[in-house]
């Protein structure tokens, strides 16, 4: 079935080096995404969004890639920190513009090893 | 402090008991949500209510009842769960109940429920 899903459960890496964070979508009609974080005990927290009429879109550390051709949407986080381990997580709009469309996946454990 | 306020953060139920969940958000939205977050799924859509009104209910069980009684306001009222229902139970918010880019859902901490 349609699903948002991630690539890997768990990522480690070593803090200072880049971190990519994946995820798969399979509905081609999906056009808004959005990437959250959630640290332990807490509430996932907006990070950065991108529409389906772009391929990047970057923020603070942070550049979300969207290739549709292949329906995969990446989370880089530049010269990682320890702060940034947390969960990670997809979202997708499956259209029609209601947030009852905001389909979630897993999430990614991200690990900073310092 | 994401503006959403949730509590209590920790509740142990009975499976007869009957309990509420309480989310405030400060940020003058019009729009709130309840998700449900368990450990091997991914976060799940309940209810979204656009200014007080409920506008989508995700075929969720009548034991969990929701009720808006104002646009900063939220609750979840359970009656008769069942120990599956233990979960993490998060509140949400945003401006309204479009997926523009730039209406950003913004979530509270969350209240973990076990159900004993």
């Not at chain 1, 080096?17 to 927290?45: L, M, R, V």
């Not at chain 2, 009975?14 to 729009?31: D, F, R, W």
């Not at chain 2, 309204?96 to 950003?104: E, H, L, V």
């Amino acid at each position: 079935g349609e699903s948002v899903g991630l690539h890997l459960p768990t990522l480690s890496v070593q803090e200072g080096d880049n971190s990519i964070i994946n995820c798969a979508y399979s509905n081609s009609a999906s056009d808004y995404f959005i990437w959250y974080k959630q640290e332990s005990g807490k509430g996932p927290q907006f990070i950065i969004d991108i529409r389906s009429n772009m391929d990047k879109r970057q923020g603070q550390r942070v550049t979300v890639l969207l290739n549709k051709t292949v329906k995969h949407l990446s989370l880089q986080i530049a010269a990682t920190q320890p702060g940034d381990s947390a969960v990670y997580f997809c979202a997708e709009n499956r259209g029609g513009g209601s947030q009852g469309n905001l389909i979630f996946g897993k999430g990614t454990k991200l690990s900073v090893k310092p | 402090e994401t503006g959403v306020t949730q509590t209590p953060r920790h509740l142990v139920m009975g499976m007869t008991n009957k309990k509420s969940l309480k989310c405030e958000q400060h940020l003058g939205h019009n729009a709130m949500y309840w998700y449900k977050q368990s450990a091997k799924k991914p976060l799940e859509l309940m209810f979204v209510y656009s200014l007080e009104e409920r506008v989508e209910n995700n075929s969720v069980p009548s034991r969990f009842s929701p009720e808006c009684p104002n646009s900063s306001h939220l609750f979840l009222h359970l009656h008769t769960l069942q120990p599956e229902d233990s979960a993490l139970y998060l509140c949400a918010s945003s401006q309204d109940s479009f997926t523009p880019s730039g209406n950003t859902i913004y979530f509270g901490e969350g209240s973990w429920l076990t159900v004993v």
